[in-house]
């Protein structure tokens, strides 16, 4: 069974400029969260997705945004890019994401705003 | 306020060294406490999960303890090997019923073995 799938692996883009991130989930996974991690504030929740709908919200502002496709696959999107948007994002799927189920993170991409 | 504390934010040990890693939480409700092992450049990687009443659980070398009236939980690594060098992260599930939106994150461990 193939693991959680994120593209790309690396980015670097320019202040200003948006982007968006890609998260395939394991088959039969219908749950997708996205995190943000950095070394001064470690791994932070972004949002979570289930069945398309957004089903919870972090502390971010309102130019990350996301979806989720009819196959569960999720994107993200950061526009008008900051410095302080450099960082690794995670994707993470489970089944349903309820409580005690299990979380299997993709291997990230690393976003580096120049 | 929710929180995840981990102690010590560093450590290295001498391969085949055990070690215990450290975890308070103020998380609450209390659901669900997590320990993530990842490697520099992936993702974590589930060790274990532990409900309220459960305060032991293993996988392998790893065994994680939970003290739910102290809010404290404890990684301890046996007879440490090379590939254990990681960041290793405490993770605390907020509420019943809830979703993977509800996860309090430490900042972790970073564990050093050397040979």
């Known amino acids: 069974k193939a693991g959680v799938t994120q593209t790309p692996r690396y980015l670097i883009k320019t202040r200003g400029q948006q982007v968006t991130l890609s998260c395939s989930p394991i088959?039969?996974?219908?749950?997708v969260s996205w995190y943000q991690q950095t070394p001064g504030q470690g791994l932070q929740f972004l949002f979570e997705?289930?069945?398309?709908?957004?089903?919870n919200k972090g502390n971010f502002p309102g130019r990350f945004s996301g979806r989720q496709f009819s196959n569960s696959r999720s994107e993200m999107n950061v526009s008008t890019l900051e410095l302080g948007d450099s960082a690794l994002y995670l994707c993470a799927s489970s089944p349903t994401g309820g409580d005690n189920t299990e979380a299997f993170f993709g291997q990230g991409t690393r976003l580096t705003v120049v | 306020k929710n929180q995840v504390e981990q102690s010590p934010q560093s450590l290295i040990i001498l391969e085949g060294k055990n070690c215990t890693l450290q975890c308070n939480y103020t998380v609450s409700p209390f659901s669900n406490l997590r320990w993530y092992k990842q490697d520099t450049g992936r993702g974590p990687v589930s060790l274990t999960i532990m409900t309220f009443s459960e305060n032991t659980k293993s996988n392998g070398r790893y065994t994680a303890t939970l003290d739910a009236d102290t809010k404290q939980s404890s990684l301890h690594i046996t007879a440490s090997q090379l590939s254990d060098s990681a960041s290793y992260i405490c993770v605390v599930s907020a509420g019943r019923g809830s979703t993977l939106g509800r996860l309090y994150f430490g900042r972790g461990t970073q564990l050093t073995v050397w040979p």
């Open positions: 088959s039969g996974h219908r749950s």
């Open positions: 997705y289930f069945s398309e709908t957004q089903r």
